[in-house]
């Protein structure tokens, strides 16, 4: 099973709301990656978690939240997020943090914000 | 940081073969990886190759390494309109999973 789960597959927000993405993976990964893609635009990394560490954080604004409460959950918080943050959500596992592992891909949450 | 470039559009017509193409520019980058995207879906993982082989074939699929010139490609034999998707290449420079993706070609195959 190489399987990522991200709910939901859509979300619509306002501004001043709090919402949760979810991502799941049953592999025995233990790194896991949350990526932001606009539109026609490659993904862009956000965060890595290393055996439910944060690893890396490429300056994401405050208003993104990332949690890892065991090795097959990762999510990621939302509050006050602008119009700007609307994009395609995507997770991704490997087995670990280093180079031969690849990445595998949830389908991603469209993120909508009013 | 390292720079990934490929060719926005390509368009084939189903049964011919498929070659797309990808420049980068770190030489010290390790693992070089090929996915596919389509419409409202992640990322599929197609193929990859190690920074010291220049040449993997996985049945219709073969990627070609020039380090040298940092040249990646991706040929797919007998192309389908299955195959039609946005395909991008991937970079790991460090040799720590931090992936550098290149801007995406889109393939489109024609009837």
């Known amino acids: 099973d190489t399987e990522v789960t991200q709910t939901p597959k859509h979300l619509v927000m306002g501004m001043t709301n709090k919402k949760s993405l979810k991502c799941e993976q049953h592999m025995g990964h233990r790194a896991m990656y949350w990526y932001k893609q606009k539109a026609k635009k490659p993904p862009e990394l956000m965060f890595v978690y290393s055996y439910e560490k944060l690893s890396i954080n490429e300056s994401v604004p405050s208003r993104f939240s990332p949690e890892c409460p065991n090795s097959s959950l990762l999510n990621l918080h939302l509050h006050a997020l602008q119009p700007e943050d609307s994009a395609l959500y995507l997770c991704?596992?490997?087995?670990?943090?280093?180079?031969?592992?690849?990445?595998?891909f949830g389908d991603g949450t469209r993120l909508s914000i009013l | 940081g390292e720079d990934v470039e490929q060719s926005l559009f390509l368009s084939v017509r189903e049964g011919d073969s498929s070659v797309i193409n990808c420049t980068y520019t770190?030489?010290?980058?390790?693992?070089l990886y090929w996915y596919k995207q389509e419409p409202g879906a992640g990322l599929q993982l197609l193929t990859y190759i190690f920074s010291n082989m220049d040449m993997k074939q996985d049945q219709r699929l073969t990627v070609l390494l020039n380090k040298k010139d940092k040249h990646l490609s991706l040929r797919i034999a007998d192309t389908q309109t299955g195959d039609s998707a946005i395909y991008f290449c991937?970079?790991?420079?460090?040799?720590?999973?931090?992936?550098?993706f290149g801007t995406g070609t889109r393939l489109t195959v024609i009837p």
């Open positions: 770190d030489s010290s980058s390790t693992y």
């Open positions: 991704a596992s490997s087995q670990e943090l280093k180079g031969g592992q690849p990445q595998h």
């Open positions: 991937a970079v790991d420079q460090t040799g720590a999973n931090n992936l550098f």
